[in-house]
């Protein structure tokens, strides 16, 4: 008798109630799906964010100043390094400034193709002041080359 008395029926009006209330499995079913495709995109989109960035990094160029050289009060050696895929046509626009940051020379600089990613440069400026600083202010792949 105990047993009985103990055993809650799951039609009882109580039960029926706390079903109201809280709501059944089912719904718990649906959440651990949403939760589980939510889970399965956000890999997807990861995966996807790592090949993509990844190829266009590495045919991107990157370039950073070194120095540069006054020869006279109109002519400057400017020196950077490039990093550019091998076997890649580059060329580069390199500038001097004088003290009021106007650009007083520039000029391209179309670098040799090499089987090397990473180069150092130098070439000669002509400005038409004097100059304060000089810089290489990017650089690009030559495209049809």
Known sequence: ?????AA??????????LEDRYGTGRSRRFDRR????????????????LIFSGWQSANQVSVQDIGYTKQNDLVLDVKFEVTAPANTPVACAV???????????????????????THVVTTRLVTTNPSTAATARACWVVEGS
């Not at 949403?34 to 964010?49: D, H, K, S």
């Not at 004088?98 to 600089?109: E, F, H, Q, R, Y």
């Open 95 to 117: 500038e001097a400034l004088n003290p009021a940051k106007a650009t007083v020379g520039w000029k391209i600089v179309e670098l040799p193709v090499t089987e090397k990613r």
């Open 8 to 17: 809650v029926d799951a039609e009882s009006p109580s039960t029926q109630r």
């Open 34 to 49: 949403f939760a589980w495709g939510a889970a399965g995109l956000l890999v997807i989109a990861g995966i996807a964010f």
């Open 1 to 5: 008798m105990l047993d009985t008395a």
